[in-house]
Structure formats: C-alpha cells, structure tokens
Nanobody, 119 residues
Framework: QVQLVESGGGLVQAGGSLRLSCAASGRIVSINAMGWYRQAPGKQRELVAAITGGSTNYADSVKGRFTISRDNAKNTVYLQMNSLKPEDTGAYYC??????????????WGQGTQVTVSS
C-alpha cells in the first residue's frame, strides 16, 4: 500500500506565499509522475501542476507564480506558490502515478490540504 501525506496549507493574504509538500511512503516500486490538483467549493478538481522526470506542466492560471519540484531520494513533491490570489483558494490534493511490480500503473491521492487566500 502507498500513502501520500501532504503538509503546508494554511491561511495567507493575497500576494503572499505558501509551500506545499507531499511525501510518498509504503510499497513504492517506481513513480511515473507526481502532481498537485485543487478543488474549490462547487467546482471540479483541476490540475495545478505536474512533474514527470525533468518535465513540468502548469495550469495557465498559475504559470509564473507556482513552481513544482521533486526530491526523488525522499519521494517528495513540492509546490511553491507565490503571488497568491483569492482565486487560488481551495483544497489541494497530491497525486502520484506509480508503477507496480507487475508493470501496471496506479493513481494515489493524498487527503488534501486547505489553502485559503484572503483579499
């Protein structure tokens, strides 16, 4: 079994910064990709940023403000969020796509961490 544990959410004023962390543990064979999604009240969950190997992908709304990075030795992914806006408010979920011993791939999710940006 695999666990993803997030940390770093909180309340911040507009223009401020937060750094989210997500550590994966358990039976990890290989991690294909890790990423962050967010869900605002009444809205669908959306991709914020993802990292696969050395490649990164960002939602248009966060480009230039958010940076995703990964520490392979620690099986941890980070999301540095700068110049935060009220519309960045939501529950942020860590996602990891992992390859198992039988070469099948599975998605795992963290429990979510709340980010609230006040105006």
């Amino acid at each position: 079994q695999v666990q993803l544990v997030e940390s770093g959410g909180g309340l911040v004023q507009a223009g401020g910064s937060l750094r989210l962390s997500c550590a994966a543990s358990g039976r990890i064979v290989s991690i294909n990709a890790m990423g962050w999604y967010r869900q605002a009240p009444g809205k669908q969950r959306e991709l914020v940023a993802a990292i696969t190997g050395g490649s990164t992908n960002y939602a248009d709304s966060v480009k230039g403000r958010f940076t995703i990075s990964r520490d392979n030795a620690k099986n941890t992914v980070y999301l540095q969020m700068n110049s935060l806006k009220p519309e960045d408010t939501g529950a942020y979920y860590c996602n990891a796509n992992m390859r198992d011993f039988d070469y099948t791939s599975h998605d795992y999710w963290g429990q979510g961490t709340q980010v609230t940006v006040s105006s």
